[in-house]
Nanobody, 124 residues
Framework: QVQLVESGGGLVQAGGSLRLSCAASGRPFSTFAMGWFRQAPGKEREFVAAISWSGGSTIYGDSVKGRFTISRDNAKNTLYLQMNSLKPEDTAVYYC?????????????????WGQGTQVTVSS
């Protein structure tokens, strides 16, 4: 059984920075592709970023490209999302996702395992 636990969400002013973490357990972390998604009230769950099992490949959603950076530390079984230049439209619940795949999916249906989500609120 794979368990994912997000942390690091909170309230931040526009233009500020925040780093989210996702701690993984239950399976060999280094064999899993991992991603971040977000969902604002009334909106579909949106792809944010994904990273391969080795960390050698990353992809980003257009709305966050150039501002967010996804990374992983396999020795610590932890996934990160560094968020810079935050905007009010970044406000959402952010979810960590994982699956044992070499494909970096941009749809939520590409990932079997999910964390509980962490709230990020960006004020004007």
């Amino acid at each position: 059984q794979v368990q994912l636990v997000e942390s690091g969400g909170g309230l931040v002013q526009a233009g500020g920075s925040l780093r989210l973490s996702c701690a993984a357990s239950g399976r060999p972390f280094s064999t899993f592709a991992m991603g971040w998604f977000r969902q604002a009230p009334g909106k579909e769950r949106e792809f944010v970023a994904a990273i391969s099992w080795s960390g050698g490949s990353t992809i980003y959603g257009d709305s966050v490209k150039g501002r967010f950076t996804i990374s992983r530390d396999n020795a610590k079984n932890t996934l990160y999302l560094q968020m810079n230049s935050l905007k009010p439209e970044d406000t959402a619940v952010y979810y960590c996702a994982a699956d044992n795949t070499r494909v970096l999916y941009t749809t939520p249906y590409g990932y079997r395992y999910w964390g509980q989500g962490t709230q990020v609120t960006v004020s004007s």
